[in-house]
């Protein structure tokens, strides 16, 4: 079956603790993206990636970094510089840059931390 | 700036009713896509429907339909015949346009509103 997978489900970080999030996709898409999600909130844009070896910052980038080493794998990992980690994270991708394309989002991963 | 604004942070429907979700959105972009996605208590988020700015009909997909008003910036849902399975999240978004090769793509979301069916 073709789709995201999301790893951990739930994942628990110390302070001054790096973490990586895994997102791997089967569905031969181009572009992957991270989104955060507060409690009671929408969605917002962390990375994004059209295509291997690239990828932007979104709208809250700070205290996170990506790598696009392959196309169907999109890792984020949440530094200690983020000051505020405790979220639900959630992975997406989409086949192309066309605007109508609908992003496909993996289970996500709840973040907290002690 | 594009926005996504849903007013509504909560609403009740009796099972078997309809509903209508609001939307509304603020682009000075002429083309842009809408979505609605569906998040229940698991937390996944599911694709419902799309509408693009230059399609000329409202969109539907089985009991849901997009109520796409262009000049008032509305795109909201309706829900037909509520099931209990329809209480979750729903989530508004737009697309921006893909003019520029590493600005696009990315959805814009709004606040969300939570749906809740009673039997």
């Known amino acids: 079956d073709g789709g995201i997978t999301q790893s951990p489900k739930y994942l628990f970080r110390k302070e001054g603790q790096n973490v990586t999030l895994s997102c791997e996709q089967n569905?031969?898409?181009?572009?992957m993206y991270w989104y955060r999600q507060d409690p009671g909130q929408g969605l917002r844009l962390i990375y994004y990636s059209q295509i291997v070896n690239d990828f932007q910052k979104g709208d809250i980038a700070e205290g996170y970094s990506v790598s696009r080493e392959k196309k169907e794998s999109f890792p984020l990992t949440v530094t200690s510089a983020q000051k505020n980690p405790t979220a639900f994270y959630l992975c997406?991708?989409?086949?192309?840059?066309?605007?109508?394309?609908?992003?496909?989002f993996g289970p996500g991963t709840r973040l907290t931390v002690l | 700036a594009q926005k996504i604004t849903q007013t509504q942070p909560g609403m009740f429907v009796q099972e078997k009713e309809a509903v209508t979700l609001d939307c509304t959105y603020d682009?000075?972009?002429?083309?842009?896509?809408l979505f609605w996605y569906k998040q229940p208590s698991s937390g996944e988020m599911i694709f419902l429907i799309y509408q693009g700015s230059y399609d000329q009909q409202n969109a539907t997909e089985g009991r849901y339909s997009l109520n796409f008003q262009k000049a008032r910036k509305s795109a909201n849902l309706v829900i037909s015949a509520s099931q209990l399975g329809d209480s979750a999240m729903y989530f508004c978004a737009m697309r921006e346009q893909l003019l520029i090769y590493n600005q696009g793509g990315k959805l814009i979301f709004g606040q969300g509103t939570e749906l809740s069916v009673k039997p």
């Open positions: 682009t000075s972009d002429p083309s842009y896509g």
């Open positions: 997406a991708s989409s086949t192309s840059w066309d605007r109508y394309n609908e992003q496909f």
């Open positions: 569905l031969n898409h181009d572009a």
